[in-house]
């Protein structure tokens, strides 16, 4: 269907790929995977519109291969349309311009040969599609992926996320001969994110697609494109037995690699012999051999090339706190008075009278802040926009916890986040550290040309690092970050003294680092502790503890990757073995 043919690619800046080779066959199911700025999107752009760019090699198209996107971004228009009108809308356009053309076709003046060309061809798109009979298409396609509840909703009233997957879903019913996708997961709630799993599974066409979510690797595709150091690497079969299968590589790999070293060492250490020899005793035929030798060294190292494919993934954040030196926002924070109906902070008085509640499994932590000063205290606090999003929610977050907000696409987390570091900055700026939500679909067209969103996801990252903070608000900060990265923001979220608040729909950022998650629902806020939260989670979806397998399973990569840079290559397979 596609080939690409020792392609190699870049920008000015940066070289992309150097001798890629890949196929995408009838019926794959494949991910793009790689670290943050390897270029997968650009490979993705290579693939839908290559003669506008300039590459070296070979790309090869199936002839008349009809190819569907779906972007990072998809932008919620109001459409005053049901979702069921939605999906129905580009099949009823094809089905209204067939009648149209046919009924041209009664004109004597009409050009016959004209119209013949514009029937043939919508009659064959309407074939490819199974257009006639879109309706029962629809619904079974809905009822698959659990979204029947949506049909008669208004699209204008949908949140985000359920439109991202209706738009997916449309373009799945479009039949295209490949259906690429760009992170569809992209702030999906964790429902969302499930249904979206549903789709992948149950469609029957080709596929691309790009993703960093744990859950879709795990459970999703049946081919696996990897990019590292400007290579690609095509594996047919799952994520699972790829990574087994690449660490055993890499290990058997470098270990040849260590015996190639020392044999090219001691034919250096013999042309350095040879050519002191020559010097001191002036013989030409030694002169010749040091040429021979080492035109043949060269050779060598041409043939050993770069390591091969064992990139750093060992990502590094370090959040700081003030020194003690330093006044403390909380201290300052804690003298002010509490704000009806907004976010605010309490007395020490009302503080210490107000305990955690234990409701949903939550531990009676709250025992153990009585008398400590709130950091962030939100009393009443309502939000609306065409509607009420939420509505007298109350809650406060103490020194040092981790604390995260959950809820589906819509329940106002971003908003609130936005609120409490507004009146946070307005008591002492500068003190509470501020994750924006990185790409928009309005510099999705800058982005492009500049960083990709993993890198300028890693980039605020290190801004946060530079400068000490009391608290830390993170609005999606693993959207964009490959794997490895939201490994490593987990450690660091963990080892940070202050206190955290996450936005997040990454469940393994909410049940790896947070110890109290606020599920914001039906306008209001009900609280758990993370450890009841990530149970119910298992109980409701999976069957086993993926969230701890998937954390060995990075572990033990990084793991091996640090034996195979210390060469010690028998304690590598040992670490693979566990």
Request: aromatic share 8%; hydrophobic share 40%; proline share 3%.
């Amino acid at each position: 269907m596609i080939r690409f043919e020792n392609v190699s690619f870049g920008f000015p800046q940066k070289d992309l790929y150097e001798d890629i080779s890949f196929e995408i066959v009838q019926g794959d199911h494949a991910v793009l995977i790689g670290s943050n700025g390897c270029g997968k999107s650009s490979l993705i752009r290579l693939i839908m519109d290559k003669d506008n760019f300039t590459y070296e090699g070979r790309i090869v198209f199936e002839e008349g291969v009809r190819i569907g996107y779906v972007s990072q971004f998809v932008s919620h228009e109001r459409e005053e349309m049901t979702a069921y009108d939605f999906l129905a809308a580009p099949f009823q356009k094809m089905l209204e311009d067939f009648d149209a053309v046919c009924a041209k076709m009664a004109d004597e003046n009409a050009d016959a040969d004209a119209l013949n060309v514009s029937y043939q061809n919508l009659m064959d798109e309407i074939e490819a599609v199974d257009g006639y009979n879109y309706d029962a298409s629809i619904r079974k396609a809905l009822a698959k992926a659990e979204l029947t509840f949506l049909t008669d909703r208004m699209v204008s009233n949908v949140s985000g996320g359920e439109y991202k997957l209706l738009y997916i879903l449309r373009s799945m019913l479009l039949k295209p001969q490949l259906l690429i996708m760009d992170e569809p997961d992209v702030f999906l709630d964790f429902e969302n994110l499930v249904s979206l799993t549903r789709m992948i599974n149950d469609y029957d066409g080709t596929l691309l697609a790009v993703t960093h979510s744990r859950i879709l690797l795990n459970c999703c595709f049946d081919k696996v494109l990897d990019i590292e150091n400007m290579g690609l690497r095509e594996f047919p079969g799952t994520f699972a037995e790829y990574n087994t299968w690449i660490l055993e590589t890499k290990i058997d790999l470098f270990e040849h690699c260590r015996d190639f070293d020392e044999f090219i060492e001691k034919q250096e250490q013999i042309v350095t012999q040879i050519r002191t020899k020559a010097t001191e005793m002036a013989i030409p035929r030694l002169g010749r051999q040091v040429k021979a030798r080492a035109t043949y060294l060269e050779r060598l190292k041409r043939m050993r090339g770069e390591d091969p494919f064992l990139e750093e993934h060992h990502h590094t954040f370090s959040f700081r706190m003030p020194e003690p030196a330093e006044p403390s926002a909380a201290s300052e924070i804690a003298n002010d008075i509490e704000k009806p109906g907004g976010v605010g902070a309490v007395s020490e008085m009302a503080s210490a009278a107000a305990a955690v509640g234990t409701q949903d499994g939550m531990p009676e932590t709250g025992k153990e802040q009585i008398g400590k000063i709130p950091v962030i205290s939100v009393r009443d606090y309502s939000l609306r926009y065409d509607r009420e999003v939420l509505s007298d929610v109350s809650f406060e977050i103490f020194p040092g916890e981790k604390v995260a907000i959950v809820g589906a696409n819509g329940t106002g987390k971003s908003s609130l986040l936005r609120d409490i570091f507004a009146e946070l900055e307005e008591k002492e700026s500068g003190r509470a550290g501020y994750f924006r939500q990185v790409i928009t679909e309005d510099d999705e067209a800058e982005s492009k040309q500049k960083l990709s969103g993993g890198e300028r996801c890693l980039a605020q990252l290190d801004a946060l690092c530079s400068q000490p903070h009391d608290v830390l608000l993170l609005d999606e900060p693993t959207s964009h970050l490959d794997v490895y990265a939201q490994i490593a923001l987990e450690k660091a979220v963990r080892a940070y003294e202050g206190t955290v608040v996450l936005v997040s729909h990454d469940l393994f950022a909410v049940t790896g680092c947070t110890d109290r998650v606020l599920i914001l629902e039906n306008g209001t806020v009900r609280e758990m502790s993370g450890r009841s939260y990530r149970k119910s989670i298992y109980h409701k979806y999976f069957d086993s503890d993926v969230f701890e397998a998937e954390k060995k399973r990075i572990q033990k990569e990084m793991n091996v990757a640090d034996c195979i840079r210390a060469n010690k290559f028998d304690e590598a397979r040992e670490v693979l073995k566990r």
